[in-house]
Nanobody, 126 residues
Framework: VQLQASGGGLVQAGGSLRLSCAAS????????MGWFRQAPGKEREFVAA????????LYADSVKARFTISRDSTKNTAYLQMNSLKPEDTAVYHC????????????????????WGQGTQVTVSS
């Protein structure tokens, strides 16, 4: 099972990017998928999460109203639409997946995940 993150890049402040997390090796019905980020010299930070059916989403306060998480079950892919990007959004973004029975709260705070994808770099210039 693999989670493949993509879509990062260099963008000016105020711009947009859409990250993708393509899952392979299994379907993720009844799972939570989400995004974390880590900037140089900083701790890993929760960004957003969604249940696979889209019924529940959770966002970090720092990205609310700017980022939107979604998923396409036909493509087994989760997305993170990032608008109004700020230099402080610069980080390596990783996607992760855990069973929905573990709960959103635990997903947000846990240090290890069932599945963890390699990162994609997002750089926002001022």
């Amino acid at each position: 099972v693999q989670l493949q993150a993509s879509g990062g890049g260099l963008v000016q402040a105020g711009g947009s990017l859409r990250l993708s997390c393509a899952a392979s090796g299994r379907t993720f019905t009844n799972w939570i998928m989400g995004w974390f980020r880590q900037a140089p010299g900083k701790e890993r930070e929760f960004v957003a999460a969604t249940t696979w059916n889209g019924a529940s989403t959770l966002y970090a306060d720092s990205v609310k109203a700017r980022f939107t998480i979604s998923r396409d079950s036909t493509k087994n892919t989760a997305y993170l639409q990032m608008n109004s990007l700020k230099p402080e959004d610069t980080a390596v973004y990783h996607c992760a997946a855990d069973p929905v029975t573990d709960g959103m709260g635990f997903f947000k705070s846990r240090s290890a995940h069932n599945y963890w994808g390699q990162g994609t770099q997002v750089t926002v210039s001022s």
